[in-house]
């Protein structure tokens, strides 16, 4: 017979993500994998779980495992009982000064190519207990993402001063109108602004760009917005033939059609140095974009998060400047 502290000692920390990471991935295979153990102990701490809770905790199918309406019923429990625990390791280790735990940093898609890969390798050689987690999306979503204290922080662009996170400016960048060299090269020359076909000039006005065929952002997002509301402003037609919600969308469309986008030269800088693509700034001084680092004001600027933005800002700089150099791009 099982006594309630046998079933108590069988209710360990493992056991519970254990049952967390099966339930989450619907799969004890999936989530050997996750927890880094081997799919017969994944199978054994269920088993001792369900002994110690009185009841099934899985249904076997065909595909995988399917939570009971016992584990149904724990899991929100388990997930508080796990967050807090590591809560407790967090406090413990700031206590001493280690930075630790999970930081959530969203980037733009222009910045999260060069960026991710970077701050990772510079947080796992100084602070080896910070984990990080990394979203990617638009300004827009990032903005909302703070806001309601779903993320820690972000690099993300911004055209103005408002809003209720906190920013801390790193670097300002021109938008471009960019395109395979010869698309952009004909289009400008056919757009009656006497461009010539012969070379991409230094920059271009919005009322250039208005005709010529756009691939946008879906809204909302802040160059896009900032785009239409000019082009209002200055009774154009934008000519806006696809709108896609990410980059790799408008970047696939800009290699298999005959159109253009506008993007900043650090999202385009390997393209540019490899003559795949060319740009052309927008010579509108509002039009230049503020690359910032966005804390949240809705959670805890733990001292992991300290760290991880301190990092950020020192990797970010002269990557971005770089990136936004005009001599990368052949022939400019």
Do not use: W
């Amino acid at each position: 017979m099982t006594t309630s502290s046998d079933s108590l000692e069988q209710l360990t920390l493992k056991s519970l993500r254990t049952l967390l990471a099966a339930a989450r991935s619907g799969s004890l295979t999936r989530a050997a994998v996750e927890i880094g153990l081997a799919q017969s102990a994944v199978s054994r701490q269920i088993v001792e779980l369900e002994h110690a809770l009185g009841g099934a905790l899985f249904h076997r199918t065909g595909r995988g495992v399917k939570p009971t309406a016992l584990a149904q019923q724990l899991l929100p429990r388990v997930e508080a009982l796990l967050s807090g625990a590591d809560e407790l390791v967090k406090l413990g280790k700031e206590h001493t000064g280690i930075p630790s735990g999970t930081v959530t940093i969203g980037m733009v898609p222009g910045v999260a190519g060069f960026m991710a890969a970077a701050l990772y390798g510079e947080v796992a050689r100084l602070h080896p207990e910070i984990r990080l987690r990394v979203i990617e999306g638009y300004s827009g979503d990032m903005e909302v993402a703070l806001s309601q204290g779903r993320i820690d922080m972000a690099l993300l662009n911004r055209y103005r001063a408002q809003g209720t996170n906190s920013y801390r400016k790193l670097l300002d960048a021109q938008i471009c109108v960019v395109g395979r060299r010869r698309i952009l090269q004909r289009a400008l020359s056919e757009s009656g602004s006497g461009v010539a076909r012969s070379h991409l000039p230094a920059s271009i006005t919005l009322a250039v760009l208005a005709p010529l065929p756009l691939v946008l952002p879906v809204p909302p997002n802040a160059t896009r917005t900032l785009l239409d509301e000019q082009a209002r402003r200055h009774g154009l037609h934008l000519n806006v033939i696809l709108e896609g919600s990410s980059s790799v969308i408008l970047k696939s469309m800009l290699e298999q059609h005959d159109c253009v986008t506008t993007l900043p030269r650090h999202a385009i800088s390997e393209e540019l140095r490899h003559g795949t693509l060319g740009a052309v700034a927008l010579a509108e001084r509002i039009f230049r974009q503020h690359v910032v680092l966005a804390t949240s004001t809705q959670r805890p600027f733990t001292l992991a998060s300290k760290a991880v933005a301190a990092l950020a800002s020192q990797i970010a700089v002269p990557l971005l400047a770089r990136r936004n150099s005009a001599d990368q791009e052949p022939g400019a």
